[in-house]
Every structure is written in C-alpha cells, then in structure tokens.
C-alpha cells in the first residue's frame, strides 16, 4: 500500500504540556485508520494539526510525498484532504443545501462573482444534492442547517466534506452524540466511503471501530501506544492495560 | 418554508413599495405645497444609499465598522475638491470619491481586518477619526467650518440645481445601489461572505481564505457610501468634516438597527425612519435626541430585528437575506 499521508516526529505543546508527544503515523492509501485513546490524549489536536487549523512545534507531515507541514486549511482542502469537525461547525444561518454548495464552490471556479445568482446554479446544487444524497439529508435541502437535528447536523457535517471531493478525509467524532438508527446509517456510510477514500477516523465508539478500521493507533498522553491490525490492537497488553480496561 | 421565494421575494416588493412611494414625495410636496417636505426625504434617501452600503459589510460580512462615515465624507469632498478642479459632473465627481474610498478602505481595510470584534469596531473608529481630523487641518477646504459650495453638480450637462431634479437623481441612485447590492448578496461573493460571517473556520475547512473576500466587500462598501456623500454635499451645498464624524457612523449603524440588519430592504427602511423621527422629534424639542434614544431603546428590546423582524411578524414579508 503506497502511503498516502505520513506524519514524523510531530510535536505540539500548550505550555509545560506535551499535547502531541513526537506522534510518527503512517496511512496507506485506502485504508481507514482509527486513532482511538482516553479522553485528554490529544486526538482533537492530532486532527488539527493535520488539518491546518493548527502549527505543530515540531516535526512533519506529509501527504502524497509533498511536505504540506506549513500550508493553511484553505491549501490543504484544494488538494484533497478534508475534516469533520467533533463540535458541529456548520453555517446555522443558511440552508442545508446551502452548506454543502459552499463546499462544491470552493472548488469550482472563483468566488469573486459579483452577479450572477449562487443560488440558480445548477452544477452546483446537482452536486451538493448528491453529496446529501450520499449521507441521505436529500430531503431536508431546503431547511436552514440551525433547524437540524443533531444526527442531521453529523450528517450534514459529513456531506460538506465530502464536497469539497477529498482523497482523505478526517473524520473527529462523527458518531458524537448519535444513537441507535442514526449510528448505524453513519457506520453504514463510512463502510461505503471507505472503498474510495482515506480516512482518518477518530471515535469513541469502540464497537465502530473495531467494525471499520482497517488499522488502529492508539493515542495515549500524546505519543502513540500501539498500532497494528483491529485483531494486534484488541491483544496488545500495554493497550489494555492504558485505555480498555480490565473487562476489555 | 423555503427560502428560495417562488416569484418575488417579499423584501424585495417592500423594497419596491418604498422606493415607488418616495417616487411619488416630491409631487405630494407640490400639492400640498410644503417644497421641504422633498428636501427631508431627499435626506432619507441619501442616508438610505449610506445605510445600505453599510449592511453590506456589518449584516452581511458581521463586520462591525463604526467609521463608515468616513466615506460620506470622502465622497462630499470629492465635490468640493471636483469643484475646485473643474470637475463638476457628478458622475466624474462619484469616481473621484470611489477613488478616495477605494484607495483608504483599502489600507485601514487590510489592518482593521487583522482584528475582530470589539477591536474591529475601535480600529474603525481611529481610522475615520484620522480621516476627520485630516480634513479639520485642511485650511484652504475651511477647516473645522467647511466650505460652502458654489453650486450644485450637473449630470451629463444636466444641472441639478433644481430640487426635484436631484431628488430624482438621489432616487435612481439608490435603486441602483439596492439593485447592485441584491444581486451581489445573492451571488457566489455574497455566499462566501454571509457564509464566513456564519462560520469563518467552517469556510476554511471548505477550502476558503475568508480575508480577501471580506476586504474587498469592505472596499465596494466605501465606494458605495461615497456616492451618498457625493448627493449629501450636493443636498446641502456645503462640505464639513462634520459629515465623517464618529456621531455619524453611530447614526448609521442606527438606522440599521431600526431597520433590521443583513436584509438591504432593513437598512432602507430604518434610514427612512430615523431621518423622518429626527425630523419630527427636532420639531417637537431641541433635546430630540432624548426621544430618539428611547425609540432606539423600544426597538432593541421588543424588535431585535428592527422592522424587519416586525414586519415578519406580521407577516408582511421582508425574511432574513
């Protein structure tokens, strides 16, 4: 598998406290990597510093061979690599078809047009329907994205993603706060995204997760624990003895 | 409860209603002949071209400036300066007072957007103060006094010494402004900005740099501000830094206020209304200002949304743009 983002050595702190501790990690293309670890290990911030949101102190990271370690979020989402946020971010204010033309916008053709109504642009929103058709919001387009549930809206955050047409996808916590039939179409989703895409997968959801990932890392107090196949990570005794539990 | 209206929108018809009733002011002012009638509402509709410029950049951008004044004054000296270099056709003088705008919003623009919130509003305020004091320490343009105008500006060889005449140009000036800005709202650059000012790292996570598209909203704000301080000065016939006061762009922000913010049809509206209230009060009491302060204080209270959110209530339209 040719590795599609690699990350060496990455170092971040806040103060005296090492959140990212010299993190090295590679994905394969195609694969779906969880990252999985306690509360307060510093996944959040892994995700943040993948995704341009913010600079590591230290370290690299690389994607398809290209050091993207000092490029903005903007630059980052223009070659491929798109995040789901854990605390839902989305635009209250507009629609849901709205949200996800955006993000179909963005990556096609400038925004510096002045006249032409957005709104009446076909190629546009036949492309942000079928990315809500995709995560199956189709027949809430015309909602305002504030008037969602909040399953909808981890839907919703999933479609704006996955229109800015990613090769590798970071999803944070897509699975927060959801339950019962709107947990499993998300699992359903991501086992169907998983054939063509990348992903980074963080989620506390362990039975998710050991349902999806193609590999695990675990993440303890910011420096990798383990990684390894679903089957390595389940038997590691340092894994089960930092994060699983005694009944895992 | 969509929002993509199937015919009219209804803030469009009721910025149309607006703009055919004040069509019809200056012959209401004939027939009842009261000619200041027209001259107050000449009034309204520059501020309204003033307050609309200004929903641009704080309904829709959420970018709160508190020196939008500045512009009105740019615009008002672009006259005076045209005068002076024998430049009096209004349209050349508009250019001229873009040109000012352009080239300050520009500048203050780039350094005001590196901040946000609160310090936004101040840097704002230090700049159109800059721009103030500027023109108070410009002797030869009267100073701190101003300086009246020989005459009004003519239009392609119009002249608009004529009340009614001016008042027609102020009127189809602020169509097109609405116009122009209804149409850039609802295009892709105005997505862009009602979508960073919903969620700026939200767009960045779409693959968005939000400055250069909020800089240069601030830019077609100022250019467009000036235009009503280009009518204003032709108005009064007189060009003061008391135009780019720090007073006046709290006004505006009043006015929109009143009207409702991020709608275009909302500032229209509130700039009407408080001009008119000004008036009105003023008559009544030299301390108008008093009750203008109260009537600013009912709305914030039981209409946040100015009229806007009144008239939605009503149902009559005017929805959140």
């Known amino acids: 598998m040719a590795e599609l983002l690699e990350i060496r050595d990455l170092r971040k702190n806040f103060g005296a406290l090492a959140v990212t501790d010299g993190v090295s990690l590679s994905v394969g293309e195609g694969e779906l990597h ?6 307060g290990a510093g ?9 341009g949101q913010l600079a590591p102190d230290g370290g690299q990271v690389l994607y398809g061979g290209e050091d993207i370690t000092h490029l903005d979020m903007a630059a980052r989402v223009r070659r491929g690599l798109a995040r789901s946020f854990q605390i839902t971010a989305l635009l209250p204010g507009m629609t849901v078809l709205e949200n996800v033309a955006l993000a ?6 400038s925004s510096f047009r002045f006249w032409r109504d957005a709104g009446g642009e076909e190629i546009t929103n036949a492309q942000a329907r079928a990315a809500l058709e995709e995560v199956g919001l189709a027949d809430r387009a015309a909602v305002l994205a504030s008037a969602l549930s909040h399953g909808e809206q981890r839907q919703l955050e999933l479609a704006v993603a996955l229109a800015t047409k990613p090769r590798l996808l970071l999803l944070d916590e897509p699975l927060a706060g959801t339950g019962g039939q709107e947990a499993e179409r998300l699992i359903a989703l991501m086992q169907r995204l998983k054939s063509r895409l990348t992903i980074v997968l963080i989620e506390h959801d362990m039975d998710a997760v050991f349902q999806l990932a193609d590999r695990i890392s675990v993440l303890v107090y910011g420096a990798i624990a383990a990684t ?5 990570v389940r038997a590691d005794p340092a894994v089960r003895a930092a994060y699983l539990g005694e009944d895992a | 409860m969509s929002r993509f209206a199937p015919q009219i929108a209804p803030r469009l018809k009721a910025a149309l209603a607006i703009l055919v009733l004040m069509a019809l002011v200056p012959v209401a002012a004939h027939a009842i002949g009261d000619p200041f009638l027209s001259v107050i509402a000449n009034r309204m509709l520059v501020f309204a071209i003033a307050a609309l410029s200004l929903d641009l950049i704080l309904g829709y951008g959420a970018m709160v400036s508190f020196g939008h004044a500045a512009y009105l004054g740019f615009g008002a000296y672009a006259v005076a300066l045209g005068a002076r270099w024998g430049v009096t056709d209004l349209l050349a003088q508009i250019l001229l007072g873009m040109v000012f705008s352009a080239a300050f919003a520009l500048v203050t623009g780039a350094i005001s957007l590196r901040t946000r919130g609160v310090y936004f509003i101040m840097i ?4 159109a103060q800059m721009a103030y004091f500027f023109f108070v320490s410009q002797g030869s343009l009267g100073g701190d006094d101003g300086v009246a105008l020989q005459g009004r500006s003519t239009l392609l060889g119009l002249s608009l010494d004529g009340d009614v005449t001016l008042y027609y140009v102020t009127l189809g000036a602020l169509a097109l402004v609405y116009a122009g800005l209804y149409r850039l709202t609802g295009s892709r650059f105005g997505r862009v900005l009602k979508g960073t000012r919903e969620n700026s790292l939200r767009m960045q996570a779409m693959g968005y740099r939000p400055f250069p598209y909020q800089l240069v909203a601030y830019v077609i704000a100022g250019c467009l ?3 009503a301080g280009v009518l204003l000065a032709n108005l009064t016939e007189y060009v003061s830094p008391a135009y780019m006061g720090w007073h006046r762009s709290g006004e505006m922000i009043v006015m929109l206020v009143f009207g409702g913010i991020g709608t275009l049809t909302g500032a229209m509206a509130g700039a009407l209304v408080a001009v008119g209230l000004e008036e009105v009060l003023a008559a009544f009491s030299e301390h108008w200002r008093l009750g203008f302060g109260l009537a600013l204080v009912l709305v914030v209270l039981f209409s946040p949304e100015g009229l806007t959110g009144l008239a939605k209530r009503l149902g009559i339209g005017g929805k959140h743009g």
């Open chain 1, 104 to 109: 179909v916008q963005a990556r096609s053709g």
């Open chain 2, 225 to 227: 501000c000036s235009v």
């Open chain 1, 43 to 51: 996944k959040t911030t892994l995700i943040a510093q993948l995704s």
């Open chain 2, 124 to 127: 704002t305020l230090a700049f």
């Open chain 1, 228 to 232: 390894g196949t679903p089957e390595a």
């Open chain 1, 34 to 39: 969880a990252i999985i670890g306690p509360n």
